[in-house]
């Protein structure tokens, strides 16, 4: 080696590192609120021995918002219905072939993608044959 850093592992992209990701998941996740996560931060070193890519609360938002939809945008329709003319039902969607096309075309999806039928068994001997739809 030549004493050069390593170079980032961009699968977290934008994040800078696994970490980094798990951390924005967590906040995120769990609400963890803007005062408090901005005040964890503004301790001295904090986010630097971290390997943050972010310094605040509106820094991770700005690399929430940099990640691309995967399936499309969200979509927001109202319903009514005959029996309650008055009260509106909101039905939040996306688009089908979008979603299906966006988890076909997720490659850290492609080991858990199934393509074809496949027997399978409970048994080494292969008697009791399982009949299912998932893996």
Known sequence: ??????LPNRSFAPFASEMDWCIAEWVVKDGIGHKSFDC????PGVAEKLGLSYK??????KHIDSLRPRAGEWKIRSLQ?????????????REVIEAVKS??????????????PRKMFLDSKKLS???SETR
Do not use: T
């Not at 080696?1 to 390593?6: F, K, L, N, R, S």
């Not at 964890?40 to 301790?43: N, P, T």
């Not at 988890?103 to 074809?116: F, I, N, Q, R, T």
């Open 1 to 6: 080696m030549d004493g050069a850093a390593p």
């Open 40 to 43: 964890l931060l503004a301790i």
């Open 56 to 61: 605040n609360f509106a820094g991770l938002h």
């Open 81 to 93: 219905f005959k029996d309650h003319p008055e009260q509106d039902f909101g039905l939040c969607y």
């Open 103 to 116: 988890l076909w075309g997720d490659p850290s999806l492609a080991e858990h993608l199934v393509y074809k």
């Open 129 to 131: 044959r399982v009949y």
